[in-house]
């Protein structure tokens, strides 16, 4: 069994679609991600490859081929060394800012004018659905192959689909997805790619929630936090189940911790939400919608979420996120020594 | 689980009575040849006698349920191979009945215990902020709607009058298969699509349409969330499609567009869709009548209110009568 230790949130760098095939791929694949799927007009595919052969005979021919050529050319350097600029300012890692003075001396010119003169051509990217770190019978007995490889490869899979076609047109291209998670809830009044940005950011999420051999007790730090805010381990445990059965319908229920408070809670939401749109930080989050349990449990939600407790979840990954929201939450008192 | 109705000389079950009741049933020769031929592994129990009730007895003790969960019209398996056994059975047994236990729970003892289940629906919807028994009370009505919208060889064409308003308001049946196919694939999450017939009403007092038309009854397709109906926005369903995952997900998986036309191809009851469609055409006129004539009536005493009426005539001087 294949287990790789869970990944940062934002920081992934693996569970990159490995369709690439072309130069542009490979450079912006360092982004998180992203993969460059597609050009505007020309695909990045089609552009290393040779065109239909021009008749070279002909004085028109010759010009023609030349004229190709010089694009050709052109525009494979723009793939390479173009700036962070594709229209919608998406971060690429490999972009540098230098300034234009040495720009303009520098043997790439680029003109900040006209781009990309002659033809428009624009590299965009979107999102690729990332895979769990493990394999999809890993969980078994307690979530089977088939619901893991429906839910991975159709429900996620669908919701990363749905979300790449509204981003063709939508103005939030370019947002990591935790921030179009927190713009699209809009508070309170989602916006269209809302229901699909949640839940890819989800379900990335509950995956590496999850690990073969998982559940038992968390240790240390994490331990200590839990029974902190909450009493005991037990209480935690109860709290958890409880929330998760309280939810009507399709919904999630998350261990995070609270920003303003400084302190782990526990809550259920509906649909897709999740503790980013409040501002907070998730931990650990399960999926309660019906299509996670259904072929396994059918309808006896509480055995479901027993065995994600007990056997299931990934404290490891637990504390690497909360190792994390330190950086953004000051969770103890500082130790002042005392003069 | 509560007795099934019996019949009292056969002692067969009878899928067909919708409604449980206490009075003795005797079945004819040929309801008999259909209870025969389609009674389930359902045990059959003798009637026990009805207890003559003493007029002058003390208010009764509640009664511990008073919604009971209602009996499918047709065996577990008789929605095979377009609905699994074990579907119908989970959803009815575990779901539906789920729902029933939680409303007699929550309601016993209260005011609502005596209500309607459909009256009981729009009070605790609460015009949007429901009480915390809505979602069982609708889900109950939800689910009883939609398992006589099904039935075993189902499927075909509608006619008569659905048929004329389908295709006056749709086009076509394919065209209404496929607004119902957006609807459901479109529902984020849990819900159902419903086909309805809408009287053209805001239900508030002033909304009178200058332009009546024939067009404004119409039929139109609808999709809500979990477990509200088109009953609270005033409209009267007519077809009711469970896309709650539940559902589906044993046949179907994720496959939510081949559960919704196999739906629309071989399980449904046209007949049942046209009978509700006959009640609400009615019981919609019926209503639109009754509010000419409140409104008439409302017109009348406002006329008559400002009519001044002396109490006692005018004093006028009194003539002199002439000496002559």
Redesign the interface.
């Known amino acids: 069994m294949i287990y790789r230790p869970p990944l940062m949130m934002d920081y992934s760098v693996a569970g990159v679609n490995t369709k690439l095939s072309t130069i542009a791929e490979i450079c912006y694949t360092i982004s998180s991600n992203f993969v460059v799927t597609e050009t505007l007009r020309t695909p990045s595919s089609k552009l290393l490859q040779a065109d239909t052969p021009t008749n070279t005979d002909t004085v028109e021919g010759k010009e023609i081929q030349k004229k190709k050529r010089e694009r050709e050319k052109e525009m494979v350097l723009q793939l390479v060394m173009a700036p962070n600029w594709c229209g919608c300012g998406v971060a690429s890692a490999n972009s540098t800012k230098i300034s234009t003075n040495a720009f303009k001396m520098s043997s790439n010119r680029f003109n900040f004018s006209k781009p990309y003169p002659g033809r428009a051509y624009r590299v965009t990217a979107y999102y690729s659905l990332t895979t769990p770190p493990y394999e999809l019978d890993a969980l078994e007995p307690y979530m089977s192959k088939r619901t893991v490889e429906i839910h991975w490869g159709k429900h996620h899979n669908e919701h990363v689909e749905r979300l790449n076609k509204h981003l063709k047109t939508s103005a939030f291209y370019g947002h990591t997805l935790e921030e179009m998670v927190k713009a699209t809830y809009n508070n309170g009044s989602p916006l269209v790619e809302f229901n699909d940005s949640s839940s890819v950011w989800s379900h990335d999420f509950f995956w590496e929630s999850m690990q073969p051999n998982g559940g038992s007790m968390p240790k240390g730090g994490v331990l200590d936090q839990i029974k902190k805010d909450f009493g005991t381990f037990t209480n935690f445990k109860d709290e958890f189940t409880f929330a998760a059965l309280s939810i009507f319908g399709p919904g999630w229920v998350w261990l995070y911790l609270k920003k303003n408070e400084r302190k782990l809670a526990v809550a259920p939401t509906q649909n897709a939400i999740s503790p980013l749109v409040w501002g907070d930080i998730p931990i650990i989050g399960l999926d309660m919608w019906e299509h996670a349990y259904y072929l396994d449990y059918k309808d006896d939600r509480s055995a479901y979420v027993n065995n994600f407790l007990d056997h299931l979840v990934s404290w490891h990954s637990v504390m690497v996120r909360m190792m994390r929201a330190e950086a953004f939450v000051n969770l103890g008192e500082p130790k002042i020594p005392v003069a | 689980m509560q007795p099934a109705t019996a019949c009292a000389s056969s002692g067969l079950t009878i899928p067909w009575l919708r409604r449980c009741s206490s009075l003795r049933v005797k079945c004819s020769t040929s309801q008999r040849a259909h209870c025969a031929s389609t009674s389930t592994a359902d045990t059959a129990e003798p009637i026990e006698p009805i207890e003559p009730i003493d007029p002058i007895e003390t208010d009764p003790e509640p009664d511990p349920e008073p919604f009971k969960l209602k009996p499918l019209p047709y065996p577990f398996n008789a929605l095979e191979p377009h609905m699994s056994k074990e579907t119908v059975e989970?959803h009815w047994e575990?779901?539906h009945r789920?729902h029933v236990d939680s409303l007699n729970a929550i309601i016993q003892g209260t005011e609502f215990a005596e209500m309607e289940l459909e009256n009981m629906v729009l009070t605790s919807y609460n015009e949007g902020n429901p009480l915390p028994f809505f979602?069982h009370a609708s889900q109950v009505w939800n689910h009883d709607f939609f398992w006589e919208t099904m039935k075993p060889g189902g499927g075909g064409n509608p006619s008569g009058v659905l048929k004329y308003l389908i295709e006056r308001d749709f086009g076509s049946l394919d065209e209404l298969a496929k607004e119902i196919q957006n609807a459901a694939l479109t529902q984020?999450?849990?819900g159902w699509v419903w086909l309805a017939y809408k009287a053209h009403r805001l239900g508030v007092g002033n909304d009178i349409n200058p332009r009546p038309s024939k067009k404004d009854k119409r039929l139109v397709v609808v999709k809500t969330?979990?477990?509200v109906s088109p009953l609270v926005w005033d409209y009267y369903p007519l077809l009711a499609i469970d896309v709650?995952?539940?559902a589906y997900?044993?046949d179907y998986?994720?496959r939510r567009g081949d559960y919704v036309s196999v739906f629309l191809d071989k399980l449904i009851s046209w007949d049942v869709v046209s009978y509700r469609l006959k009640n609400a055409m009615f019981r919609a006129s019926k209503r639109e009548k009754m509010e000419k004539r409140e409104m008439l009536l409302d017109k009348m005493k406002e006329a008559t209110l400002r009519v001044k009426v002396r109490p006692t005539p005018k004093a006028r001087p009194k003539m002199k009568r002439r000496q002559y």
């Open positions: 989970y575990r779901h789920g979602v984020f999450g849990s969330p979990n477990a709650w995952e539940h997900y044993m998986e994720n």
